[in-house]
Structures are given as structure tokens and as C-alpha cells.
């Protein structure tokens, strides 16, 4: 029975109305919480739909601070792993970028499902309301001092009036669709190719992620944990995953990677495989009146660096600050910075994932001359000291 039904209401009130449950939303309801400002949660699919979808697993150090403000770090810490580096090849040649020697910072490998199960947990146990299910969304009056939602659940009409909507309902959500045509500027990227990944219960070929640029295109051995392995070959966009057996995977990867690195790979039946298209997508501005956009609703970034959550989170970091400063010191200066501030980082994590993504894959239309400057950049990123140092930065986050 959902939240309405057991007040035996229609239309409720509440701070925030958040369009979406994925982790961007449940972030930013469950650190709204921490600061005890209200919100509720709409999200179209059920719980178990929203957790079944397998996504990247990296996360920066700023994704951490707000886990643990959020008081939702506990199992993160106790089961997520830090990495303090990555390994880069070409060909038979592999080398080593050191975060922590460049930064002072590590990443941590705890899958995207993980944090958001964590965030359901946190939300449940605070007595969060989330509706699951809903449709016909639509944000009503975002332009005025009075916006609401309307909805409806197995076909009852429903209403939320709120103070402020975070739009954090992904790439095909409405959110974004909300803002006028007029207002609205767009920016895109469609990469040649896709990233066809596996999860298999192996364990990993290396205690490190391998980002592989190869002849045959790239590679990424990562995982999960010491025994659930993640791995992505680079793909044709017209492939399908039943294109590929795990043996003609598993043989295709052995390809990618160094030979030593491929000599000690456990190779076993894949329990996910999927294939993922490769985007960089922008919309601006991130705010219109009282609807403010966050993560996927605003910006897809290539899975290349691991960005597509981390950016979420800055987002979320932004706009959670932005609230806070309204209802604490009611002041409107976080909010009305959101949308430039939000921005201006994630055209940081799009120009850091794009170029990581121009360095590692294969292009259709690639030259010889382009080959050679991929390889030449492949050297200087080996032997220059401040070209990993920038690297690094940008790979463990960029501070918000
Ligand atoms: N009404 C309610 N919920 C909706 C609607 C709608 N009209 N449209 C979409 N949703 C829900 C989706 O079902 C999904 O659960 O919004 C949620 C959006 O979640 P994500 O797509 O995960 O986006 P976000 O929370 O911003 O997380 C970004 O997800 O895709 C990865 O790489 C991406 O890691 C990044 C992260
Ligand atoms: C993953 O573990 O799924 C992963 C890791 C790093 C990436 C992309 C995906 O850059």
C-alpha cells in the first residue's frame, strides 16, 4: 500500500520532492535527512529492478565524504577495497599510474549496486518515504514559488507539493524534458562503438583495474570483490551480447591484454553480460525556478573513467548545500550558484572521460597518423611524471 494510501490522502506536502531512486536521488533524500529536511522519493520501477541493473564500481574520494555524512559508509568501508593505482597497457606493454604518490588520494572499488542497496537500507530505517511504481510523472509550476508533482500509482491520482524538485530520474527521465526548448542547450558525443561487459565469479586476473588499448581494441579487467570479476571488451554497436559465447569473450580478451597478464586469467561461465553504448552528453542550464537536474538527468559521460556516478555525487554535493543553506541560513546564494558550479565540473569529468576514451579505444575511421599520436601519448603518459600526476587527479576526482 503505497505512502497516500495508508494516510488515506491523495496529495501530501513535504521540503523536496525528488523524481528518481537510483543512487542520486537517495543520496541526496538520505543526506537531506541527515540535516532534517523532508523529502519523498518517487521512482517508476520497483526496488529489485532498481538494484538488478549492473553498473561500474570506482568511486572518488568525494563520493566517499558524502557516504559517510551521510551515514551510509559503514559496509562500503568494511567490504570496499582502496586502490591507491591503475594499470595502463598497449600491446605487451604495461605501466603503472600511482594515485596516491600523485595525490595523496585512492579510489575505492565498491559497485554502484552496492552503494545504492546501502541507500535503501539508510532510507528504510529512517522511515524514508519512497513510492515505488509511479507514472505519469510530471513537475507542475517549477516556475513559481509553489511547484508540484502529480502521479499516478495502478492508476490513482496522486499529488505532492513541495518547496523545491530534484530532477535525478536519469538519461530518459522527465526531468529534463521539463525545461523549455527555449531555455535548454544540449551537448553530445555518440562514440563508433560499445563496451560489452561480463561479471563472472572469478578472481580478478590483478589486484589493480588493467585499462588495455590493443590493435583489436580495448579492454578493462576490474572487479567487485576476490571473487566476482567485471570485465569489458570494446565492441560494434550493431553487436548484441548473444553475439559473443563467455569462450569467444574470454578468447578475445586473452587478445587485449598482455601476455602475461592473459597467461593467468581464470576464465569461467559469465552470470551478467550486457552491452553498453558509449555517450558524452550535456544539458544546460542544470536549474530552471524551483527543478534542479543531478546525475544521469543532466549528463552520461563514456564508462571510461568511472565518472557517471561520481558526477551524480558532485551533483548532489552541490544542490544538497544549496538546500541546506536555504533552509538553514535562508539564504538562496547556494542554490542560485547550483547549476555554474554542477557545470563546471562535470564538463571537467566529460573532458576527463572523453579523453581517456580517445587514448584507449579503437576508431572505424582511425588513421595510422592517429594510431602513432594514441601510442605517442601512451609514451608520454609512461614517462612523464606530471602527465600521470594530471591523470591521477582528475582519476581519484577532482576536489568539488
Ligand atoms: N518517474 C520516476 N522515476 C523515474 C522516472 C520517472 N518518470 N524516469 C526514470 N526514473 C528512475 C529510473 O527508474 C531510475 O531508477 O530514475 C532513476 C534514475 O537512476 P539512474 O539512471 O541510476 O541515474 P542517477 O541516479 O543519476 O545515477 C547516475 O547511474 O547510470 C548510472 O553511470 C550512471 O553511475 C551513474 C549513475
Ligand atoms: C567497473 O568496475 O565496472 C568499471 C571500473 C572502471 C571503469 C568502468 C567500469 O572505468
Known amino acids: 500500500m503505497c505512502i497516500l494510501c495508508r494516510m488515506g490522502a491523495h496529495s501530501m506536502k513535504t521540503q523536496v520532492a525528488i523524481i528518481g531512486g537510483g543512487p542520486s536521488g537517495l543520496l541526496l533524500s538520505q543526506l537531506l535527512h541527515v540535516r532534517g529536511i523532508d523529502s519523498v522519493v518517487l521512482e517508476r520501477k520497483t526496488k529489485d529492478y532498481v538494484l538488478g541493473r549492473i553498473r ?28 591507491d593505482g591503475t594499470l595502463i597497457s598497449y600491446g605487451d606493454e604495461m605501466f ?31 522511515g524514508g518515504a519512497i513510492e515505488f511504481n509511479v507514472e505519469d510523472v510530471v513537475i507542475n509550476d517549477a516556475d513559481s514559488d509553489a511547484p508540484f508533482v502529480s502521479y499516478t500509482v495502478v492508476g490513482q491520482a496522486r499529488r505532492i507539493d513541495c518547496d523545491f524538485v530534484a530532477g535525478c ?79 569467444a569473450f574470454w578468447n578475445e580478451l586473452k587478445r587485449r591484454i ?28 542544470m536549474r530552471w525556478g524551483r527543478l534542479f537536474l543531478c546525475g544521469d538527468a543532466a549528463h552520461i559521460v563514456p564508462p571510461t573513467g568511472a565518472k557517471g556516478l561520481n558526477t551524480a555525487a558532485s551533483d548532489v554535493h552541490y544542490l544538497y548545500n544549496g538546500l541546506r543553506d536555504f533552509y538553514e541560513n ?10 555554474q558550479k554542477a557545470l563546471a565540473r562535470v564538463w571537467k ?47 581519484v576526482g577532482l576536489p568539488y
Open 169 to 247: 530520474d536519469g538519461f530518459h527521465g522527465v526531468s529534463r524534458n521539463t525545461i523549455p526548448d527555449d531555455v535548454r542547450r544540449e551537448y553530445e558525443k555518440v562514440y563508433p562503438f560499445g563496451w560489452l561487459g561480463i561479471l563472472s565469479e572469478t578472481p580478478p586476473v590483478n589486484p589493480e583495474l588493467i585499462y588495455a588499448n590493443s590493435d583489436r581494441g580495448f579492454a578493462l579487467c576490474s572487479m567487485r570483490n576476490e571473487n566476482l570479476s567485471r570485465y569489458y571488451i570494446q565492441c560494434s554497436l550493431s553487436d548484441s551480447p548473444n553475439d559473443w559465447s563467455d569462450t
Open 56 to 83: 561500474a564500481g570506482v568511486l572518488e574520494r568525494g563520493m566517499l565524504d558524502l557516504m559517510r555524512e551521510a551515514g551510509v559508509a559503514d559496509r562500503m568501508e568494511k567490504e570496499g577495497h582502496a586502490h
Open 96 to 126: 603503472r599510474v600511482d594515485f596516491t604518490e600523485h595525490t595523496g588520494h585512492a579510489v575505492m572499488v565498491y559497485g554502484q549496486t552496492e552503494v545504492t542497496r546501502d541507500l535503501y537500507e539508510a532510507r528504510e530505517a529512517a
Open 330 to 339: 535562508n539564504s538562496t546564494a547556494g542554490i542560485d550558484s547550483y547549476s
Open 349 to 395: 569529468a566529460e573532458r576527463f572521460s572523453w579523453w581517456f576514451s580517445s587514448l584507449l579505444h579503437r576508431y572505424p575511421d582511425q588513421t595510422t597518423f592517429d594510431h602513432r599520436i594514441q601510442v605517442a601519448e601512451l609514451e608520454f603518459l609512461r614517462a612523464s611524471k606530471a602527465a600521470q600526476k594530471a591523470m591521477a587527479e582528475n582519476y
Open 258 to 285: 598482455p601476455t602475461d597478464q592473459a597467461d593467468k586469467l581464470v576464465t569461467g561461465p559469465s552470470i551478467e553480460k550486457s552491452i553498453a553504448p558509449l555517450r558524452s552528453f550535456v544539458t544546460e542550464p
